[in-house]
Each structure stands twice: as C-alpha cells, then as structure tokens.
C-alpha cells in the first residue's frame, strides 16, 4: 500500500494564497464601500442599459423598448428618471427635474445625474448636456446610485479595466504565492535530508545544528541523538565481539599448540579434527553475529569482480582438497551491495560446494547479468531444496551426517537478507547442488 | 635467519618459538611491547611473528618502528581478532600477513616462509618457488641455478606469476603484465604463451608448476 504524504508546503501555500486573495478582496470590498457610489457607477450601467433600448423611427425619433435589465433597473430605483434625446425629438422616463428640461446643463446640482452621448458603439460622458451637437443621441438620466454591494456585483457582472487588473494582480500574488512558499519551506528541508543521506554509514558524521531553520533544528538534534545511541551500540557491540572471539580463540589456540604433545598418532588427528571443526564453528558464528549486529555500508560493486575475489580466496582450500574450481562471468555486473558481506557469504557457499563435491569433483561459481551468482557443485547433493523464503535456522543440519553445522547457510542468507537478494538451493541437473544468490530485486 | 616472537600466551608463546627455529632458525621470544622494543634495538631481524593484545597496549604500534628498520623485517600478525576491520587496521599499518587464531602449524610456517619470500622480493628482487628462481632486477630466470633462455612475452609471464608466487594471479593482471597499452591483445595469444612456458619449464625439469585455474587466473605452484 502506498501512502499517501501531505506536503506541508503545498498546504501552506494554498493557506496564504488563499489568506492573500480574501485580504485583497475585503480591501476591495472596503475601499467601495467607504467611497461607495456617487451616482456614476448605477447611471452608467443604467445608460448602456437604456442606448441598448432606444430605437429609432422612421422620423429618426427616439422610443424605448425597454430591455429585461432596464426594467429591472426601473423597478430597483423609483426615482429613477431619463431623457433620451436625438435632433429629431426626445423621449422621457419618471419624473425628470424642471432644470434638465429646461436645458440648463446636468452638472448643476452636480448630484446623481449623468449625460452620456452616444456615438456609435461608444458612451461617452458628456461635459456639458445639449450642447453636445456631435452625439447621435444624448443620454440625460438621474436619481440611481449603487449600494455598496450592487457596486460590486456590477463589476463582477461586466469587468471594467480596473476589476481585470486587480484580478491579474491577483492572479499572480497567488500564483507566486503557491511557487515561492513551497520553496522557501522545503530547501531547507532537502538541505537537512541531503545531509543525513551524505551521513550514511560514516562514523561520527552528524547533522549540522547551527544553519538549520529554528524548525528543524529539535529536529536534527534528535536525529543526531539517535545516531549517537546507535553508535555507542554498534561500538559496545564491536567491542563484545572482538573480546568473544579473543576469549574464544585464545583458548583454542592453547588447546591446538599442546595438541601436538599428543604421541599418538591416530588419536592426535582426531583431536585436531575436533579442534578445526569447533574452530570453524566459532569463525562462522561471529561472521553471523558481526553480519546480524553491524552497519553494512552499500556500494555499486561489480559482482564480476567481487565473486572472482570470492573464489580466487578459496582457492588454495580447493587445491588442498584436490577439487578443480572455475569462474565464469566476464561482463561487469553492477550491483549495489557490500563486497565484503557477498565475500564472507561466497565463501562459505564454496566451501559447502567444495567439502560436498567430494575429492576429484569440479566446483563452478558462475555470476549471471543481471545480478545472480550461482555457486555450483557436483556431489551427491544435499537432498535438500530451498526457495528462499523460509527462514534457515544456526544450526539446522541438511543431512544428519555431522558434516557441518549449517551455520555456512544461515551466514549466507544472513548476506542475502541484507542485500533484499533472495538464496535459493536446487539440485544441480546431473547431480549435485546448484546454490544461487540473485540480487536483481 | 633471525626471528622473534612477541606473544604473551605462555603456552603459545613458547610453542611459536620452537615451531619456528625448528623450521627456519634462530628465535628469541618476548612478551611485552617495552621488551619487544629493546629486541628491536639490539640486531636486525627477518621476521617479527606478533600477537596483537599484549600486557602493556596494542602492537599495532610496532608496525610503524619496525617499517622504518633497515634492513626492514617481515612482519606477520597472529590475531584472534577477525574483525575485517581489526585486519584492515593492522595491514594498513604496514604488517606483510595476518593469520587468524587458531592456526595450524604447517599453516603458519607456510605463511612466515610467503612473507619472507615477499620481502626478499621487495629487498633482494628474487623470488623463488622449488627449485626455480627469478631475479626481478635482473629479469632473468634459473632453474637449479642454470640460467633459463625465454622470449620477452613469456619471460613477462613468469615474472607476474613469481612475484605473486603462491597465489592466485588475475587473467588480466597477466594480460596486463604482458602486453603494453599499444598492443593489440588476442584474447587466446596468453593461453598459447602459458602453454609454451609451461612446456618449457617441464622440459628444463622445474618443480613448480603453472595452474590454471579457469575463469579465474594462474597459480605459480611447488609441485611437492
């Protein structure tokens, strides 16, 4: 299942757009509301609204044939009045002032009335009414102002130069808003993350405290705490395992060194063979303790490489038991892992194929693109066959032969499980055991 | 052949002293670092068999004195240490080998004799294996001391294989040792130079042999 993570910076830019446009609107809202209208907003509306009503007659005499938004705009302001005039005669609407009639010029009273003239398409305001010879048709009209909120609903309805640029304006407040706060958030924050991925396996690295945002900075505190705990654990841990294997070792080295007072003979090599056996047991158990208790550090490695390292170290070990080893493998095969870990368990894959190929047999190591690496022998087998999903127990024998511990295995799928590679165990066809790491997952 | 010894194991100690003179000459034991440093002033030694955890601290710390030493000795550390880390650390030093404890006898002369062959290679420029012998300075090659006549390729051949003599030698550390950065390598000309030194070697009755081992590289190897 995939989770699915909130961005913090997302959430808070769409916060402070979001805070930015309704402050800007209410700023908007309040500058209209404190001048609100003086009658030229509402009478310019109404007058665009009237030279869509007027029609000519064949005389070229003006009449009105009200459009739906006139009436309405008749209905919301009784006061309301207006003269439509042309050369030919006039027409008029509610009760229009004895002054305007009279001709005697609309800005006097200079309050809620408007002439317009019409030339063309245009509306234009006219300074000074009926001396406007120019105008196919003049406009007088009066007695309509807005409310504050009918101002806005005008401009939302028909956008004016004014509306669009504060909308542009908005438009990139948001929109610098939503790109700007998410980086000024995040760069610091990928800035801790890449320096906590540099960390990596590095002993003593920590996250730098002092440039950190006041945000981040309990942040890498605790991480740096964290990484101190471990390493504190990883060294006590290294340390147990050094004087557990100095204690083990020591001891048998002793044992080994007055062994070879024993006179007898046949007894003296069965002891010996006792000792091995119990020293390789401790070896491959502080492989396994080491492989289990400590830090691996991954890098690109060539399994090419790093298994012919692996088979070259054994070769003597095979020389000495009389088996002929052989590697194939000859393109670079990259992979990200631990050459050391893939050694430790490489070899133990080659020394089980060794011992159980018997004397005179052949073992193959064989790495395969994209990331396989077979170690394959040709004894009578293990009767066993592995998937690579059960989990293989210290100490759990294939054959109760007394040859080996099994602790070989457990190491190797110890090195498998670090690398998420899968070990699987098949007989080899013909007869033998083919054991095979793949690490292409 | 001058040897020593520092190991504070009181069975081991003296077991690694008598193993030792008995197979190569002449070993005094010491089991402390300060007398281990005296020991260092008194004559020039071959070989320094050491254990690294000591009464008195880490002779690690040795490593560093005796690699400024002339002539220098070979220095092989026993370590019940198996800690890849712990190895790394002592090799970096400067230490020729290590050899994890416990061990078996014929091992650890099998190993002392190696470092020593490596430090007369180092010091002398001679490596030998049985009873065929490579001088590195003068580029030539003797079997019981009759100088062995070989072309330029194949004698490169042998050298790579004598100065790593006992160990595995990487296909392409031989093609690397034989042809320049202008030839033209044939991926088969080296199996066919192989198998005319070894020809040649069989004839002139070396004791060491050339092991191939497929896919990996050769192994310049005593018969015996």
């Known amino acids: ?441 | 052949m001058r040897l020593l010894v520092i190991e504070d194991d009181a069975d081991l100690g003296p077991w690694l002293r008598d193993a030792l003179e008995k197979a190569l000459g002449g070993a005094d034991l010491v089991v402390t670092l300060d007398e281990a440093r005296a020991a260092l002033r008194v004559r020039p030694l071959d070989l320094v068999v050491m254990d690294r955890r000591l009464p008195d601290g880490d002779a690690v710390e040795l490593i560093s004195t005796m690699r400024r030493l002339s002539p220098r000795p070979s220095i092989l550390v026993l370590t019940a240490l198996d800690d890849p880390n712990d190895i790394a650390k002592a090799l970096d030093a400067g230490a020729d080998d290590y050899l994890a404890k416990p061990f078996e006898p014929v091992e650890l002369i099998a190993r002392a004799k190696a470092v020593l062959r490596r430090n007369q290679l180092d010091q002398k420029g001679i490596s030998s294996v049985a009873n065929l012998r490579f001088d590195t300075f003068a580029r030539a090659a003797y079997i019981d001391d009759q100088p062995l006549i070989l072309p330029r390729r194949e004698l490169a051949l042998l050298e790579a294989l004598m100065r790593r003599a006992g160990q595995v030698v990487l296909r392409e550390n031989l093609e690397n040792a034989v042809y320049g950065f202008d030839d033209e390598i044939q991926s088969n000309a080296i199996d066919a130079h192989l198998s005319r030194l070894r020809k040649r070697l069989r004839e002139h009755g070396c004791q060491a042999e050339i092991r191939p081992l497929r896919g990996i590289g050769y192994l310049m190897a005593d018969l015996a």
């Not at chain 1, 995939?2 to 913090?8: A, D, H, T, V």
């Not at chain 1, 309805?157 to 948001?174: G, K, N």
């Not at chain 1, 980086?183 to 396996?201: N, Y």
């Not at chain 1, 990484?227 to 290294?238: G, W, Y």
């Open chain 1, 1 to 441: 299942m995939k989770l699915k993570s909130r961005s913090i910076a997302a959430s808070a830019a769409l916060l402070l757009g979001g805070v930015i446009s309704a402050l800007l609107f209410c700023l908007f809202v309040g500058f209209i509301a404190f001048y609100g209208d003086d009658g030229s907003v509402a009478q310019f509306d109404i007058a665009t609204e009237i030279k869509r009503s007027v029609e000519n007659d064949d005389a070229r005499r003006p009449h009105i044939k009200p459009t739906g938004r006139l009436l309405t705009f008749q209905r919301q302001f009784p006061q309301l009045w207006y003269v439509v005039s042309t050369p030919q005669g006039s027409v008029s609407y509610g009760e229009v002032p004895a002054r305007v009639l009279a001709g005697k010029g609309v800005w006097d009273p200079p309050q809620i009335r408007s002439a317009y003239g019409v030339r063309g398409d245009e509306l234009r305001l006219e300074l000074s009414a009926r001396s406007g010879a120019e105008s196919d048709v003049l406009i007088e009209l009066g007695g309509a102002i807005y409310t504050s909120a009918e101002v806005v609903f005008s401009l939302l309805r028909e956008p004016d130069m004014t509306s669009t640029l504060l909308a542009a304006v908005l438009t990139i407040i948001i929109l610098t808003t939503i790109l700007v706060v998410p980086a000024l958030i995040v760069r610091p924050v990928r800035r801790a993350a890449a320096a906590a991925e540099e960390i990596g396996s590095k002993e003593g690295a920590r996250l730098p405290v002092k440039g950190q945002p006041a945000e981040l900075r309990p942040l890498a505190v605790a991480f740096n705490r964290a990484l101190d705990r471990i390493e504190t654990a990883t060294a006590e841990q290294r340390r147990f395992l050094s004087n557990a294997a100095h204690e083990l070792r020591t001891p048998l080295t002793r044992l080994r060194t007055r062994l070879e007072r024993v006179e007898d003979h046949k007894m003296k090599a069965e002891l010996v063979g006792e000792l091995q056996s119990l020293s390789g047991t401790v070896t491959m158990l502080l492989q396994l303790a080491r492989l289990t208790s400590q830090p691996t550090e991954m890098n690109r490695i060539d399994l090419v490489t790093t298994a012919r390292d692996a088979t070259a170290r054994e070769v003597p070990t095979a020389l000495a038991s009389g088996v002929d080893i052989e590697f194939r493998g000859d393109m670079p095969v990259m992979i990200s892992g631990s050459a050391q870990a893939i050694i430790t368990g490489l070899s133990n894959l080659i020394r089980n194929a060794i011992q159980h190929g018997g004397a005179g047999g052949q073992v193959v190591v064989e790495v395969e693109a994209p990331g396989r690496v077979s170690v394959i022998d040709f004894g009578p087998g293990l009767g066993v066959a592995y998937d690579g999903n059960a989990v293989i127990e210290p100490f759990a024998r294939g054959k109760q032969d007394g040859s080996g511990t099994g602790l070989g295995l457990a190491i190797v799928a110890q090195v498998a499980a670090l690398h998420g590679a899968s070990l699987s165990i098949n007989e080899t066809p013909g007869g033998g055991t083919t054991a095979t790491l793949n690490f292409s997952k």
